[in-house]
């Protein structure tokens, strides 16, 4: 099951769905085939809200946020 860190500190966000990472890397621009990190604003969330995000993503990602307009995340298959 994939998992969701922030890129800055390593704190684990969460366990996501295949189908969700599989969402996130449909949606989000990758900068090479081996990128595994993503850069969320503010913009972008509502984006993906936009485009049918799941319940537990948009979950992961607000509280990844938090009070900031951009985080960069990570993630990890296992």
Not at 3 to 20: A, M, R
Not at 41 to 59: C, H, V, W, Y
Request: hydrophobic residues 35%; aromatic residues 8%; glycine residues 6%.
């Amino acid at each position: 099951m994939p998992e969701l860190y922030l890129k800055s500190n390593g704190v684990h966000l969460g366990h996501v769905s295949n189908d969700d990472l599989n969402f996130l890397m449909a949606q989000l621009e990758e900068e090479s085939l081996t990128d595994e990190d993503y850069t969320i604003t503010r913009m972008t969330f509502e984006f993906l809200k936009d485009q049918g995000i799941s319940p537990n993503l948009q979950a992961i990602l607000e509280k990844a946020l938090g009070d900031k307009d951009e985080v960069e995340i990570k993630y990890t298959k296992s």
